[in-house]
């Protein structure tokens, strides 16, 4: 069974820090990863997918990196805005090998981020 | 190009009484999977549907809970005689396929049964 953590389950800093959210995985058998936004009281919002075979994507000021046989993802947050805060969510889905339909996604818990102005 | 679409927003039940739940996937998406977020925890998977065919639904109760994805219409998640516990977000996704594709969610059924 896919284990999803994240680490820290909340963050506070000031604004215009750089900062790494953290996510690890018990299976390293995934096909994918990706990392979602979600703001209170609405749904997610895709932020960047990495395919097994890759090691990073990058998109504005985020940048996601995954070390698959590690069982990790960081995601990098660069010149932080108050506008970057919201939960942050890690989903990786399984390799079919693992007897699991390639469109289950097994969420982390989340990384609650407040960025003070 | 509207995105996911769930209705409605929020539903208020009481117990014992029927939700639906709604979700229209993007144009173009024919893959459906359906998402609990209860309080205080992470997103569980229920189930997962193409057109009229349910893939996997091995995240869902045994009981009281069923959903369909018909050839026209929307993707209906059903809970019979609802409880307490039942309260929860729930959340709509789709893709245009699985494996590397993306998925894009709803904005959620906040659904309160009192």
């Known amino acids: 069974k896919q284990e999803v953590t994240q680490i820290p389950a909340a963050l506070s800093v000031p604004e215009g820090e750089n900062l790494v959210l953290n996510c690890s995985f018990t299976?390293?058998?995934?096909?994918?990863l990706q990392w979602f936004r979600q703001d209170p009281g609405k749904g997610l919002t895709s932020l960047l997918l990495?395919?097994?075979?890759?090691r990073e994507q990058t998109s504005g000021r985020l940048n996601a990196s995954l070390d698959k046989s590690s069982g990790r993802s960081t995601l990098y947050i660069a010149a932080s805005q108050p506008g970057d805060s919201a939960t942050y969510l890690c989903?990786?889905?399984?390799?079919?090998?693992?007897?699991?339909?390639?469109?289950?996604?097994?969420f982390g818990r989340g990384t609650q981020l407040t960025v003070w102005p | 190009n509207a995105g996911v679409m769930q209705n409605p927003r929020h539903l208020v039940r009481r117990r014992g009484q029927e939700a639906r739940l709604r979700c229209s996937p993007m144009?173009?998406?024919?893959?459906v999977y359906w998402y609990r977020q209860l309080p205080e925890e992470g997103l569980k998977f229920m189930v997962y549907?193409?057109?009229?065919?349910?893939?996997?639904e091995s995240g869902m109760p045994k009981e009281r809970f069923s959903a369909e994805f018909p050839k026209e219409g929307p993707s209906i998640l059903r809970i019979q005689q609802v409880v307490r516990g039942d309260s929860a977000a729930y959340f709509c996704?789709?893709?245009?396929?699985?494996?590397?594709?993306?998925?894009?969610f709803g904005s959620g059924t906040r659904l309160t049964v009192v």
């Open positions: 990495i395919q097994s075979s890759q």
């Open positions: 549907l193409q057109k009229e065919n349910i893939i996997d």
């Open positions: 299976d390293s058998a995934i096909y994918n």
């Open positions: 989903a990786v889905s399984l390799s079919a090998d693992r007897g699991s339909t390639l469109g289950r996604l097994y």
């Open positions: 144009k173009g998406h024919s893959h």
């Open positions: 996704a789709s893709s245009p396929g699985t494996g590397s594709f993306g998925y894009t």
